[in-house]
């Protein structure tokens, strides 16, 4: 049996996660040069919304064809209350601040987050169990999809091309744009970068969400310390891409994702290579893949322009 | 003839009053003595309390807390109250050693039940090795700990102080292969380990004892500890045909393979040691774990006699978290070490060399504990060789077959 189609297929799941994660990091950075490190903890708020939804909020048994959008939406709107807070009481009273005030706030804030949930969600102290749909796995010739894969790989490109479309389309949309591109004449220009940044801060909240519903649907359940690995993956993710740049955050997600999986999958078979491959190294491999990406493309893969912000 | 009369009124009242104050005094220490001023003595605890393995963790908690308030009760030792003072050690080995010197630097510690995991106890043994402190695991079950990195060719015992009630992998690899292959019949098995000393030790345990029964070993792989998503291992393992897998680790990782194993197609169970062994496991995979498979130590707690009444206090006792794999061996190690304690300390009087006197009482304890007989051989380790194949039947660990394996 030939196993890359379906490798590939693992990777590219993968990789919509991590590319949905990415984008928030990605435009937060984009707009205010902050590294919001509790990002990852965004995420797993996230999921613990969703599941809130499924266990408190709906009747018992509701069908998951039903629940799930109930689910998206509530655990959008506890991602996006969290990520709003989190910016207008933890961020946007050290705007002017040397930039490594706000990125220790955010390490506080992220640690904040996490023994929250842990302390005061039911039962979270270990692995809550996350409602799963009870369809599939479907099969596309050789290659096998679970309905938490499915999901993921319907998600991601909607929610890309509806963030391409807003972004380049709306009126907000081009503000932001001119917001990053410099924020003290977007300002004199008549835009209110204030909510420009907030708006950067509730879609990235929004995305971690989509993809937080996507982990438990895939993995079967959620962790209150899940946001850390993933939010890890996900801001490599947005370097390898080039930080900034939204189609960057989803390519350096797709990348990453890819390159773990066949890491997994192949290295070991390389004569020689046994010791160092499989799944304990998958990791490793990544983050090799980024070092080289950045010494030949310090920009990231697909890069910013850099230069007019001087 | 006045001075005279002054001096012998004097001597009446001095030897008066000191005859009462003498009196008084005795008063006061024998009231010491029958009332509520008992020596304190406390029975340590280390094991994972929150995060990852917590759930057999708090069992552990649990089964200590349960053993120490019987002896309370049944005032096991005259003069003597017990507590517990259980520490989280997040199943991290620096943790884990943090815990045991915080516990040799307290006094009125005189015993030790934990840790839960291998790993971890590794770091934790010279401590209280170095303190004299006795150390009883209810679940390590890596060789090395009590026979030495050379087990398999010369045995060792690398520190006295260390004890376990758990078997050792040596026989769980063993008895695992041997049912793997003589009573399920699989032939083919990809064996997954998660490098750590207790989930590396057991995978390459129970390949040894596969190959020697004649099964084949079609792939291997490693993943990490917290590690969540394995697409790539499920698809290695389907294109190896294997009819089997063996997970060497802990639930935490296993359940999420299990589900994405059978999410991928793969209708083959999992196999596992009693790192796998918990309710959690099945609560989290849900019925993607039907059909999967453990071994774990002893005989299931529930289905002994002498486990009834400990099962019975412990859901009384409103403790958090369920008995679960070790809640049994912890009581009965929690119970070994209170024994020992009543052999050296008299009325309440803690001799100077307690610790070390205790470490030698453990060695020669010999008892009929809740999960079975309690006894510990010249190196520490428990002399009930009792395994059990339990299988995931209708969302409950069923136990499928119990008995001893040697080599």
Redesign the interface.
């Known amino acids: 049996m030939n196993t890359l189609p379906q490798q590939l297929a693992n990777g590219l799941f993968l990789g919509s996660m991590y590319g949905l994660i990415a984008i928030g990091y990605t435009m937060v950075y984009g707009i205010v040069q902050l590294i919001n490190f509790a990002h990852g903890e965004i995420f797993m708020t996230g999921g613990f919304g969703a599941l809130t939804v499924y266990l408190y909020v709906l009747p018992d048994g509701t069908s998951m064809w039903i629940a799930l959008p109930a689910m998206l939406i509530g655990g959008g709107l506890v991602s996006v209350l969290i990520a709003v807070g989190a910016e207008r009481f933890a961020y946007r009273p050290l705007r002017g601040a040397p930039r490594l005030a706000p990125l220790i706030t955010a390490i506080g804030l992220s640690l904040a987050l996490q023994q929250a949930v842990f302390n005061w969600y039911p039962d979270a102290k270990t692995d809550r169990k996350f409602p799963q749909i009870d369809a599939g796995p479907w099969h596309l010739g050789s290659i096998s999809i679970s309905s938490g894969s499915l999901f993921v790989i319907i998600a991601a490109p909607v929610c890309m091309a509806a963030l391409a479309f807003f972004v380049r389309l709306s009126r907000t949309g081009r503000a932001m744009q001119a917001t990053a591109q410099d924020p003290d004449t977007a300002q004199l220009m008549g835009i209110d970068t204030n909510r420009i940044i907030v708006v950067a801060f509730a879609i990235g909240g929004f995305f971690a969400a989509v993809a937080a519903v996507a982990y438990g649907l895939r993995l079967g359940q959620i962790k209150y310390d899940m946001g850390f690995q993933m939010g890890l993956k996900a801001f490599t993710a947005a370097v390898l891409g080039g930080i900034g740049n939204i189609y960057g955050a989803m390519i350096g997600g797709l990348v990453l994702g890819l390159a773990e999986t066949l890491a997994t999958s192949y290295i070991d078979e390389i004569p020689g290579m046994q010791q160092l491959g499989g799944g304990g190294w998958s990791s490793v491999w990544a983050f090799v893949l980024l070092i080289l990406v950045l010494l030949f493309r310090p920009q990231g893969l697909v890069g910013e322009r850099v230069a007019d912000r001087a | 003839m006045r001075h005279r009369s002054l001096v012998i009124l004097t001597s009446v009242l001095t030897t008066g009053a000191l005859t009462l104050t003498a009196c008084g005094s005795r008063d006061n220490n024998k009231g010491g003595d029958s009332g509520s001023k008992k020596t304190e003595v406390i029975i340590g605890v280390d094991a994972p309390l929150?995060?990852q393995n917590?759930?057999t963790g708090l069992g552990i908690q649990g089964g200590v807390q349960v053993a120490v308030d019987d002896a309370n009760k049944k005032n096991l030792v005259p003069g003597v109250t017990f507590k517990v003072q259980a520490l989280d050690d997040k199943a991290i080995p620096a943790s884990g050693q943090q815990n045991a010197t915080q516990l040799v630097n307290n006094d009125k510690v005189l015993g030790v039940v934990g840790p839960l995991n291998s790993g971890v106890a590794t770091q934790m043994q010279q401590v209280f090795a170095t303190a004299n402190l006795v150390e009883i695991s209810p679940s390590n079950t890596a060789p090395e700990l009590t026979q030495g990195k050379n087990w398999q060719t010369k045995k060792v015992r690398p520190f006295k102080t260390y004890f376990r009630t758990a078997t050792t992998d040596a026989l769980q690899g063993g008895f695992a292969a041997d049912y793997a292959y003589n009573t399920l019949k699989k032939k083919n098995v990809f064996v997954?380990d998660d490098?750590q000393t207790y989930g590396a030790g057991l995978a390459k345990l129970f390949t040894a004892g596969f190959t020697k029964a004649g099964g084949k070993v079609v792939g291997?792989?490693?993943?990490?500890t917290?590690?969540?998503?394995?697409?790539?291992?499920?698809?290695?393992i389907?294109?190896s045909k294997a009819d089997l897998v063996y997970y060497g680790g802990q639930y935490?990782e296993s359940?999420?393979l299990t589900?994405?194993l059978k999410?991928?197609?793969a209708k083959i169970p999992l196999f596992g040691g009693d790192g796998m062994f918990s309710d959690?496991y099945i609560?989290?995979?849900?019925k993607?774990s039907e059909g999967d498979l453990a071994t774990s130590v002893g005989q299931p707690v529930d289905t002994l006699a002498s486990a009834q009444d400990f099962i019975k206090k412990y859901k009384a006792a409103g403790l958090k978290g369920d008995y679960g794999t070790y809640g049994g061996y912890s009581y009965d190690a929690a119970t070994a070490i209170i024994k020992a304690i009543g052999n050296v300390v008299k009325d309440g009087k803690v001799p100077s060399d307690a610790r070390a006197k205790i470490v030698d009482e453990v060695g020669k304890t010999k008892f009929n504990g809740v999960a079975g007989p309690v006894a510990f051989d010249q190196y520490g380790d428990t002399t009930n060789k009792q395994l059990t194949v339990y299988q995931v039947t209708n969302g409950k660990w069923k136990a499928v077959k119990s008995g001893t394996f040697n080599g």
Do not use: R, Y
């Not at chain 2, 291997?220 to 990490?224: A, E, G, R």
């Open positions: 929150t995060g917590s759930a997954v490098k291997t792989d490693h993943v990490n917290g590690d969540t998503d394995f697409s790539a291992l499920v698809t290695k389907k294109n935490d359940e999420k589900k994405q999410d991928g197609g959690t609560q989290t995979a849900g993607t």
